[in-house]
Structure formats: structure tokens, C-alpha cells
């Protein structure tokens, strides 16, 4: 069996502007971090033997996972499209929303639609790309939408959207 996997569908490239802030903050934390791991390797090359000197495979290993996120943010960040106005429509929803949803039993639950690069492990943010976020797009007020999961078809309804801090 080869190594070959198909390319992966190509993200949005929406992004609010606290979340473009974030990314240029962490791009330049990187390159900080880097000079310190940098340092911190050839100080561990200079011990000698490198093949057994697990300091030195360490700071290697660190290395490159540092220079990876940081040429993705150097491609990534000049394709970004910054959003940083209300639509034209607030009655509807579009992209850095927030909707409030209820379930058919009753729970309700507000989420945030963001762009791809801005997730970070929130709980109340969704992916542009998410199925829920894709059904939700352009819907208004106490619209009813059902969303395919793995564990069948869930309905929800809109009861409220707001644009805060676009």
C-alpha cells in the first residue's frame, strides 16, 4: 500500500480580524521560539556524539515542527480575505455570525461561524466548512435546518443571530 493520499478539499479562505491578528502574532512568536530552539541545538550538537544524544534529536524534531507551521502561516496569511464589516443584511446569516440554535429537544446552544484558520479548540466556534455551518448560510430568523451526522438527522431552528466584534 503507497503513502499516497488525494488532496484535501482547499479550506475557505475567510478569516475575522481578531483571528488574522492572531495568526500574525503567532507567525512572529515563531520566529522567536525558533532562535531559542535554534540556539538550544547547536549548543546540543556541540556535546558530541549525535546519534545518541537525545537532547540534539529533540531540538531537531522541535525544529522542524516550527519551520513547518511557519512556512504554512507564510502561505496561508497572504490568501487570507479579512472580513471585518457587518453584511449588508444582518437579518441573515453569513459568515462571523452569531447564531443561537435550538434542538428538537428543547437545548439551545450559540455558535460563532469563522473561518477554518481561526477554530483553536472554542467550543462555541464552527468552521465555515462545517455541514451545520453550510446549512446555516443565508438562513433568517426561526428557519428550521437539518444537518446529516453520524448519528442521523439533526434539526435545529434559528431563534436568534447577531454580528458582535466584526
Known amino acids: ?40 541545538l547547536a ?42 464589516q457587518p453584511p449588508s443584511n444582518p437579518e441573515q446569516v453569513f459568515f462571523a455570525a452569531w447564531v443561537k440554535l435550538e434542538r428538537e429537544n428543547g437545548s439551545e446552544r450559540e455558535y460563532r461561524i469563522v473561518g477554518p484558520d481561526e477554530i ?11 455541514p451545520l455551518a453550510r446549512a446555516l448560510m443565508k438562513r433568517t430568523l426561526d428557519d428550521e435546518i437539518q444537518v446529516k451526522t453520524p448519528a442521523g438527522t439533526a434539526r435545529y431552528w434559528i431563534i436568534g443571530i447577531r454580528y458582535e466584534g466584526v
Open 1 to 40: 500500500m503507497g503513502r499516497y493520499r488525494p488532496p484535501a478539499q482547499p479550506k475557505s479562505r475567510y478569516i475575522t480580524e481578531p483571528g488574522y491578528d492572531r495568526l500574525r502574532e503567532e507567525e512572529a512568536g515563531l520566529w522567536i521560539r525558533r532562535r531559542e530552539v535554534t540556539r538550544a
Open 43 to 84: 549548543a546540543a550538537a556541540a556535546e558530541g556524539d549525535r546519534s545518541e544524544n537525545a537532547e540534539y534529536i529533540y531540538r531537531k524534531k522541535e525544529l522542524r515542527e516550527i519551520d513547518r507551521r511557519i512556512r504554512y502561516l507564510q502561505k496561508r496569511l497572504p490568501e487570507l480575505k479579512v472580513v471585518n
Open 120 to 130: 483553536d479548540h472554542q467550543s462555541d466556534y464552527i468552521s465555515l466548512d462545517s
